[in-house]
């Protein structure tokens, strides 16, 4: 059974940094890439970063929204089956649920939440001005 947990949410202030973690389980993680995806109250979840697999032609790539390219980078550690992404210069705007997901689709690496079949229950990140 794919599994993917996620932590590490919190309060922080504003310019703070946080590490959010997605420990996954339950298929041959490297495979497959790996998104974060945020949802703020009263919007739309978007997707911020996303990893490829660690193998192949997508091994590592990385993307990142505009709103917090800069700000944000997103790592795995196959040894330990965890992504994190380290954020970085928080702002308000931050603050939602934040959720790692992964897809069937073994050299998937896009920020396209329709192509994610396996998603974690969230973390809140809260950032106070």
């Known amino acids: 059974q794919v599994r993917l947990v996620e932590s590490g949410g919190g309060l922080v202030q504003f310019g703070g940094s946080l590490r959010l973690s997605c420990v996954t389980s339950g298929f041959i993680s490297e495979w497959y890439g790996v998104g974060w995806f945020r949802q703020a109250p009263g919007k739309e979840r978007e997707g911020i970063s996303c990893i490829g697999s660690s193998e192949g032609r997508t091994r590592d790539s990385t993307y990142y929204a505009d709103a917090v390219k800069g700000r944000f980078t997103i790592s795995r550690d196959d040894t330990q089956n965890t992504v994190y992404l380290q954020m970085n210069s928080l702002k308000p705007e931050d603050t939602a649920v934040y959720y790692c997901?992964?897809?069937?689709?073994?050299?998937?690496?896009?920020?396209?939440?329709?192509?994610?079949?396996?998603w974690g229950q969230g973390t809140q990140v809260t950032v106070s001005s």
């Open positions: 997901a992964t897809t069937r689709t073994r050299w998937y690496v896009g920020l396209d939440e329709n192509e994610y079949d396996y």
